[in-house]
């Protein structure tokens, strides 16, 4: 491994730049926005709003730590913004089996009774 | 930092409603047939929630606690009463609908806590207490959504409702989350230091993001195609409830973030709200004149109304500012009971046109009441809407802006292009023959009551007018 290439990646480990976090939490909010709007299947599109909601909470834990007066304020709203996805989640999957119960599918497409 | 007995004192429509909503579910936990019991607890936790809201304004108590995030002030009190008080409708409209279910004391602590969550919200001056807040209102309304099991549609709104829901939660949570990394701190005090006339890009992409779940709450366009279905699967008193209280309170912290948190970047977000409110106004009136079901059409007509609102915010700017926000509290008062009553009429009579057809003659009082909330949701005068109007259309006139006289045009525009489908349920009402299909006299006592109560109160709001003008312009907001 080159001399240069070591030393880059020494540097981001001893400290990653604030803007790299921002990167992945931006790149994983648009993951799975993208995944939430194309599939098809609830259960499936419940996983890609968790993996939105954990791009943001990487986003304000990166912000929570590099911020200079922040103090560990950040970081207890990550905690509660965990706690709120679960809650969400709970829900979303009750609701879920209660379509698929009277339906027999959870496909997004497929449960359109109400139009217009 | 001790919490003080003030902070307790502060605390107290939230610490009532807590305590009700628990002792509802014990209820339930307690006794298979209570639903009698609980619906008259429910009932009481709202009433004693709106009393002691109404008790705090009424002896001028006011103060900011917990660091600065909560906040008392008329404001605040006043949207409380509005959630206290259509909690109170909803509890009396759903008691017997939930006692049949099986599940009363469940559904009525969803109520409660959808309650607990508005009022909080409109106390909060800390983005991530907002973000709490919003949730704690909205995750209980998905389940009141879905609650109806006898009807498949129930589920199948909740669904739709939950998962362009909990898309808008992560997307509006991203723009709180980037607004706390520009400005370095979730208070709305040192967000306004960072929000001045330059936005960084960082700063505008938050306020976007942010600006756009906010709008998927009031259903605004293009944000609001989850309300139709969200209404129509939904139970009679969950749609009546949720169309007017929660929505009520998002509008409320929407302003106090746009006015304590950026009133230097007022500029770009009036600019937006007068974009919104131009789209969600003619959006939600065009499609309301298709609908045959009275539930989808209401559900419509409140995008519209969530139009008119924005059109107040577009206002914000110059010299109409003050006035705007006594248009955006005397509005969501007059749509409340207007909108709420509207609803609780389909429990009533039915949800299809058909059942309206020469009610006139068999119901004659549902039908007196349908007539005046249609009446009151076009804005004649001197019905609650028309004031509602009135203030918004003056607050516009008074900002000197080209960009919001175009906006109450285009309100004026909708209010007559709304007229075909409110006066289509008059007319069915009086001109057409009563037939098999027509609403005899379904639903109980205490729906009856919630509806005279609420179509009184929309008929002699030009009564009210004047205290609460008085109230608003003490709202200690601007």
Not at chain 1, 13 to 38: D, E, H, K, M, S
Not at chain 2, 257 to 281: K, Q
Not at chain 2, 343 to 372: C, H, Q, W
Not at chain 2, 437 to 462: H, M, P, Q
Request: aromatic fraction near 10%; hydrophobic fraction near 55%; charged fraction near 10%.
């Amino acid at each position: 491994m080159p001399q240069q290439v070591q030393q880059f990646l020494h540097a981001l480990v001893a400290a990653p730049p604030l803007n790299g976090y921002l990167v992945v939490g931006a790149f994983l909010f648009a993951i799975g926005a993208w995944g939430a709007l194309i599939r098809r299947n609830a259960v499936v599109i419940f996983m890609c709003v968790e993996l939105m909601i954990n791009g943001v909470n990487l986003t304000l834990v990166a912000f929570a730590d590099y911020l200079p007066n922040a103090g560990g304020l950040g970081v207890s709203y990550a905690v509660l913004v965990i706690a709120i996805a679960a809650a969400e989640i709970a829900v979303g999957l009750a609701i879920v089996l209660a379509v698929f119960r009277s339906r027999r599918t959870v496909n997004v497409d497929e449960v359109t009774s109400m139009r217009g | 930092m001790a919490v003080s007995g003030q902070a307790f004192i502060a605390l107290l429509p939230e610490l009532i409603s807590t305590g009700f909503l628990i002792v509802v579910l014990l209820v339930g936990a307690f006794g298979e047939s209570n639903a009698g019991v609980a619906a008259g607890l429910a009932a009481l936790g709202s009433l004693a929630v709106f009393v002691s809201a109404a008790v705090l304004l009424a002896t001028g108590f006011s103060g900011s606690f917990f660091g600065g995030g909560y906040v008392v002030d008329p404001f605040a009190l006043y949207f409380k009463l509005i959630v206290a008080g259509s909690a109170f409708f909803a509890v009396l409209a759903a008691a017997r609908w939930s006692g049949r279910t099986g599940d009363a004391p469940e559904y009525l602590t969803l109520i409660l806590s959808v309650v607990l969550g508005a009022s909080l919200l409109v106390s909060m001056r800390d983005l991530f207490g907002i973000f709490l807040s919003i949730e704690l209102a909205t995750i209980p309304s998905y389940a009141m959504v879905a609650f109806d099991r006898s009807r498949r549609e129930s589920a199948e709104g909740g669904m739709k409702y939950l998962i362009t829901g909990v898309i808008a939660s992560s997307v509006l949570l991203y723009g709180i989350v980037l607004i706390y990394g520009v400005s370095g701190s979730a208070q709305l005090s040192d967000v306004a230091n960072t929000f001045t006339g330059n936005l960084t890009p960082v700063a505008l992409l938050g306020l976007g993001l942010m600006v756009s779940g906010f709008a998927f709450k009031v259903s605004a366009a293009p944000f609001h195609f989850w309300t139709p279905d969200a209404y129509q699967g939904a139970p009679t008193s969950a749609a009546a409830f949720l169309s007017v209280a929660p929505k009520a309170a998002t509008f409320a912290v929407l302003l106090r973030i746009l006015l304590e948190g950026m009133p230097g970047a007022a500029p770009t977000w009036t600019a937006v709200m007068a974009f919104l409110a131009i789209i969600t106004m003619f959006v939600g009136n065009l499609f309301a004149l298709r609908q045959r079901n009275v539930r989808r059409m209401l559900a419509y007509s409140s995008v519209a109304h969530s139009g008119y609102i924005l059109a107040a915010f577009a206002a914000l700017q110059g010299g109409g500012a003050a006035f705007a926000v006594q248009a955006v509290l005397i509005y969501t008062a007059a749509y409340a009971v207007m909108n709420m009553g509207a609803f609780l009429v389909i429990d009533l009579v039915g949800e299809d046109a058909k059942n309206y057809n020469g009610l006139v003659r068999t119901n004659p009082a549902a039908a007196a009441s349908m007539g005046l909330f249609m009446a009151a949701l076009v804005g004649i005068p001197p019905l609650s809407g028309f004031f509602g109007k009135l203030w918004i259309i003056i607050a516009g006139a008074q900002s000197g802006s080209i960009l919001v006289y175009i906006v109450v045009g285009a309100l004026v525009v909708n209010t007559v292009l709304s007229v075909p489908y409110y006066f289509g349920i008059i007319r069915n009402m009086i001109l057409e023959e009563p037939t098999s299909e027509t609403g005899g006299s379904k639903g109980n006592g205490a729906v009856r009551f919630s509806v005279y109560v609420l179509a009184i109160l929309t008929t002699f709001f030009g009564l009210l007018i004047i205290p609460l003008s008085a109230l608003v312009k003490a709202s200690g907001l601007l």
